[in-house]
């Protein structure tokens, strides 16, 4: 079974634009997260997505934003970049809402933003 | 609120040593644990969970980690280190009780295995 895939790998961006990030859950996985993760601030979520709805959302400003298609992909947006979005931006895919099933995550992709 | 402490940034330990690394939670209700590794330029890998059950949980590659109610704790452990256990583990919690609530990671231990 393929695991979860992330495009692209690695993205440099300047100030003020915008990007958008692709996930591809496991085969049969409903549930998509997303997590940014710095060196300053670890693992921090950003939302989660379950049958083409949002079903949590973490503590980040509405530039981010993401959506989930009927074949359980996700992409992921986020406009007006900031210097302090560079980070590694992790996907994860579960069964269903991750409750207490675990999370299997993607390489993720490595912004950069100057 | 949930919370996930991993009281040392660094662990170092000697090939064929017994490791720990540690975890303390606070979550309002009950508790969903979780252990995660990270290899460099990698995702996470998931290595095992508690939901209910034996305090003892195995999971992959030898790890295990134990579930302490009255200490919050959830400390990983392996009887003995390999060099290619070196990574960064996270520790995470989700709210049983609070379905609305999401996973939250501790900070990470960088585990460094000596040969």
């Known amino acids: 079974k393929a695991g979860v895939t992330q495009t692209p790998r690695y993205l440099i961006k300047t100030r003020g634009q915008q990007v958008t990030l692709s996930c591809s859950p496991i085969?049969?996985?409903?549930?998509v997260s997303w997590y940014q993760q710095t060196p300053g601030q670890g693992l921090q979520f950003l939302f989660e997505?379950?049958?083409?709805?949002?079903?949590n959302k973490g503590n980040f400003p509405g530039r981010f934003s993401g959506r989930q298609f009927s074949n359980s992909r996700s992409e992921m947006n986020v406009s007006t970049l900031e210097l302090g979005d560079s980070a590694l931006y992790l996907c994860?895919?579960?069964?269903?809402?991750?409750?207490?099933?675990?999370?299997?995550f993607g390489p993720g992709t490595r912004l950069t933003v100057l | 609120a949930q919370s996930v402490a991993q009281p040392e940034d660094q662990v170092n330990v000697a090939e064929g040593n017994p490791l720990t690394v540690k975890c303390t939670y606070s979550?309002?209700?009950?508790?969903?644990l979780f252990w995660y590794v990270q290899y460099p330029n990698r995702g996470l890998q998931f290595l095992l969970k508690?939901?209910?059950?034996?305090?003892l949980v195995k999971g992959s590659y030898g790890f295990e980690a134990e579930f302490n109610k009255s200490q919050t704790s959830f400390h990983l452990k392996k009887p003995s280190a390999l060099v290619s256990d070196s990574a960064l583990y996270f520790c995470?919690?989700?709210?049983?009780?609070?379905?609305?609530?999401?996973?939250?990671f501790g900070p990470g231990t960088r585990l460094s295995v000596l040969p």
């Open positions: 994860a895919s579960s069964l269903e809402l991750a409750g207490g099933r675990e999370q299997f």
């Open positions: 085969s049969g996985h409903r549930s």
């Open positions: 997505y379950f049958s083409e709805t949002q079903r």
């Open positions: 979550v309002s209700g009950n508790p969903y």
């Open positions: 508690y939901i209910t059950g034996d305090n």
């Open positions: 995470a919690v989700r709210d049983l009780d609070n379905y609305g609530q999401n996973f939250v």
